[in-house]
Structure formats: structure tokens, C-alpha cells
């Protein structure tokens, strides 16, 4: 006599959730039939997409069982044959990408009396391929005096749609903080007035100071001269 396969039924399969990496490619975690025997349990492969890349939470996914393979508790696929349609629908997350802040430039500038600076740019790790991304950041140098390589601290305080389809929805940082440095330069001085002091005839040319006047003193600032 013949044993004929016993007939599968698929019921559903379950998507997993996973980080935003460009692609539609999503992976099942599950696949669920009816007409096993008793306890019997097979395997499947399975090809599924997400309907688009973009990070989301219950986003369609659309799939096909490819294969049987054989399960636990004696479950063995040349037992089975799967009858009727092999598609199914899920729905999972796609979750933003981690970004992390890899570094810094802070513009140069001559000494204004703040501690203010420019971020002219900021490196991430992380970022998809070739996109690209936007980002906002402030920050300050340690103290307000003039000198080279001084320390700046900065955070990064948004993210904005790039180059190459990067989009900030697609991605979050895992800490905002950074620190570089740059030059505070000296302020340039002119001298814009200057008096002699009088003084009684002592048969010699020399002449004492009286007063400098300085043009690009920062607010209120005086300097004594020699």
C-alpha cells in the first residue's frame, strides 16, 4: 500500500522586528501550519519583505514559505505537503539606526570676551551606506581667553534629512555629547590716540607717557602700556 503525504495548511507566520539597516529584507521568526500530527513541528523557509525600508512601527511585511524542513518531536517534511496558497502577511518594527557622535570641527576665531564658537561640522558612526545626514550643533570653548588647541564642548541637538536619501526619522544618537578643539587668537589692537605728559626742562629729549587710547578693546576692557 501507499502512504500519501498528510496536507499542510499554512496559517500565518511572524515577522521579527529589527534595526533600520536600507533594505525591505525582513526575517521570519515563525511559521504556523495546520495539519501536523500530534506534536510534530516542521521548519520553513521563507522569503519577506517590508513594503518599504523606512523605520515604523507595524509595518507590513509580505512573505512566501520556499521549503519545509524537518522539526522537533519526529516532524519530518517528506511527510508533508503544503496545499493551497504558500503567502502570508505579518506585520513588525523596523527601528531607528544608532548613530554615534565620532567627532568634531570647531571654527577658529579671534578673543570677543565669550566663550561661544562655531561646530562647522560633526561625524557620525553609523550612518547607512553613503547617506547622509544634517545635523544641528552648539558649543563652547572652556574659558574666554585667547590660545591654541583649547578644549570645546559641544552636543549635537538634532538631526535633519541629507544627501544620498538619508532621513532623520531613520535614525537616533546614542549620545549627543562631543568634545574638540580650536584657537582662540589674540584680538588685534590699534593705537588710536596717544598724549605726552609735560614736564620740566631737564636738558635730555626723553618724554614720559600720558595716556594710549586703543581701538578693539572687547566691551569694558582696559590694558595698562608700556
Sequence with gaps: GRIDRAPLTLL????????????????IGAVAFAGL?????????????????????????????TGLSDGASGGLAGNYVLRGST?????????PALLTV?????????YDGSTATQITSVSLGGLVGS????????????????????????????????????????YALSGN?????????PALLTVQHASAADRVYDGGAAAQGGAVTFGGLVGSEQLGFT
Design 12 to 27: 500565518g507566520a511572524t515577522a521579527a522586528d529589527r534595526a533600520y539597516n536600507g533594505t525591505t529584507a525582513a526575517q
Design 37 to 65: 500530527v500530534g506534536n510534530e513541528q516542521l521548519s520553513a523557509t521563507a522569503a519577506a519583505a517590508f513594503t518599504d525600508a523606512n523605520a515604523g512601527t507595524g509595518k507590513l511585511v509580505s512573505g512566501n514559505v
Design 87 to 95: 503567502a502570508f502577511t505579518s506585520r513588525a518594527a523596523i527601528s
Design 102 to 110: 565620532q567627532g568634531a570641527v570647531a571654527a577658529d576665531r579671534a
Design 131 to 170: 547617506e547622509q545626514l544634517g545635523v544641528a550643533a552648539v558649543g563652547a570653548f572652556a574659558d574666554a581667553n585667547a590660545g591654541t588647541g583649547k578644549v570645546v564642548n559641544g552636543i549635537v541637538g538634532g538631526l535633519s534629512n541629507g544627501a544620498n536619501g538619508g532621513l532623520a526619522s531613520n
Design 177 to 185: 555629547a562631543f568634545t574638540t578643539s580650536a584657537t582662540i587668537s
